[in-house]
């Protein structure tokens, strides 16, 4: 089965420094790799995917992610980081459990970002 | 789109009691997943369906939990009888069955079972 690890339970950054949250995958074969974040008593939303192409890829409110493949890693990034930006950050990859003939997502532990004021 | 909708938002019930979480994927996705998310045991796929068939119902924890899609645009996971252990936020999820993988969440139904 494929798998993420997300080494950092939690990640305090101060407002308007960059932020990095870490996600490293354990693949066979091509990875598919996404992020998604979870604000306080709300659903999962889809940041960004990796799936082939460009290893920089850009998502939703400003986030990215680079996808490094000698370091099976998938960090997820901002530039500038905003206090509306806590929230928890989980790493996912596409998976498929034996005798199932279909994908599903194998998400990591998630990390919670703070952003300090 | 409305999204992912889910109902109730919240249930409170006592142990035993019989519980039914709701759960309207988006118009025109063919994969429906039921997730469980608690602090001890984060995020866990309980079962998921393709076009209304279960595919993988592995992860349901045992017999007291079913799950049913009887149509396209709607779907049940059942707990019955409930216990305390079941306390957690219910997540259903949806994606299309092309190419793209990532799922849509709805809201969640948070579960409290005294």
């Known amino acids: 089965a494929q798998s993420v690890a997300q080494p950092e339970d939690q990640v305090n950054v101060a407002e308007g420094n960059p932020l990095t949250v870490k996600c490293t995958y354990s693949v066979s074969g091509n990875p598919y790799l996404f992020w998604y974040v979870q604000y306080p008593n709300r659903g999962l939303q889809f940041l960004l995917k990796?799936?082939?192409?460009?290893?920089l890829v850009k998502g939703s409110y400003g986030f990215e992610a680079e996808f490094n493949k000698s370091q099976t890693s998938f960090h997820l990034k901002k530039p500038s980081a905003l206090v509306s930006d806590s929230a928890l950050y989980f790493c996912a990859v596409r998976d498929i459990r034996s005798g199932a003939g279909s994908y599903q997502l194998t998400f990591g532990k998630g990390t919670k970002l703070s952003v300090i004021p | 789109d409305a999204g992912v909708i889910q109902s109730p938002r919240h249930e409170v019930t006592e142990m035993g009691q019989e519980v039914t979480l709701r759960c309207k994927p988006i118009s025109g996705h063919d994969y429906l997943f039921w997730y469980r998310q608690t602090m001890m045991r984060g995020l866990e796929l309980l079962i998921y369906f393709n076009n209304n068939v279960p595919i993988d119902d592995s992860g349901m924890p045992e017999d007291r939990f079913s799950a049913k899609m009887p149509n396209a645009s709607f779907s049940t996971l059942k707990i019955q009888p409930s216990e305390p252990r079941d306390s957690a936020v219910y997540f259903c999820?949806?994606?299309?069955?092309?190419?793209?993988?990532?799922?849509?969440f709805g809201p969640g139904t948070r579960l409290t079972v005294t």
């Open positions: 990796y799936i082939t192409g460009d290893n």
């Open positions: 999820a949806s994606r299309t069955g092309t190419g793209s993988y990532e799922q849509y």
